[in-house]
């Protein structure tokens, strides 16, 4: 079985709130830097420059921001195949990023508050200690309108693995030793690294 996946339209949308949410934040912020400087008494001038600056900045992120988002969500899409999950991705380099099943301890259902509007979610995908991106997740899945049924559907891939007709099947554990050994003799070369 292969199921393919698109995420949804509305994660353009929520996107476009994210990027009203920085710019709210930023014209805040630029607001209040406005009164500190008219409290101090500085040349009517400088404040006019300084808004210029903010808003020509303002201007250039929406102008790159919008075209990369869009082009970002068209080349995402996500597979969900009998032993894993692809998450194909990118804009000028396309990559597939591919999930064993075997691999994955669970999975996070995750719906800001732009995700409730929208009627959206986001699935985040644990695996055993090898995620190497700074959120800790090995893949995400955003804009998912059928979320519930998806969770359900990959938790129970997940559950259908590790028990076969009622037992707990035993995992073939020798690669697993293999890479234990390896990393504990690079784990040894690091010490020996850092106490000469």
């Keep these: 079985m292969h199921k393919i996946?698109?995420?949804?339209?509305?994660?353009?949308?929520?996107?476009?709130?994210?990027?009203?949410?920085?710019?709210?934040?930023?014209?805040?912020?630029?607001?209040l830097i406005d009164l500190v400087v008219s409290v101090v008494g500085e040349d009517f001038?400088?404040?006019?420059?300084?808004?210029?600056?903010?808003?020509?900045?303002?201007?250039?992120?929406?102008?790159?921001?919008i075209p990369l988002t869009k082009m970002w969500i068209s080349n995402l899409r996500y597979g969900i195949?009998?032993?894993?999950?692809?998450?194909?991705?990118g804009i000028w380099t396309k990559i597939e990023q591919n999930i064993p099943f075997r691999s994955v301890t669970d999975f996070q259902l995750h719906r800001s508050i732009y995700d409730?509007?929208?009627?959206?979610?986001?699935?985040?995908?644990?695996?055993?200690?090898?995620?190497?991106?700074?959120?800790?997740?090995?893949?995400?899945?955003s804009g998912l309108t059928n979320f519930e049924e998806?969770?359900?559907?990959?938790?129970?891939?997940?559950?259908?693995?590790f028990?076969?007709?009622?037992?707990?099947?035993?995992?073939?554990?020798?690669?697993?030793?293999?890479?234990l050994l390896l990393m504990l003799e690079e784990l040894k070369q690091i010490r020996k690294n850092t106490d000469k």
Excluded: C
């Design 5 to 31: 996946i698109e995420p949804s339209k509305k994660l353009f949308i929520k996107q476009i709130f994210v990027l009203l949410t920085f710019t709210l934040i930023i014209l805040i912020a630029a607001y």
């Design 45 to 65: 001038s400088v404040i006019t420059v300084f808004w210029y600056v903010i808003l020509i900045l303002l201007a250039l992120l929406w102008v790159i921001a």
């Design 150 to 161: 998806l969770h359900l559907e990959l938790r129970e891939k997940i559950k259908s693995l």
């Design 116 to 141: 409730r509007i929208l009627g959206i979610a986001t699935i985040k995908i644990q695996t055993a200690g090898q995620s190497q991106s700074a959120s800790g997740y090995e893949g995400i899945l």
């Design 81 to 89: 195949r009998v032993d894993r999950i692809s998450i194909n991705k």
């Design 163 to 179: 028990t076969k007709g009622g037992t707990v099947t035993t995992p073939d554990t020798t690669h697993n030793d293999q890479m």
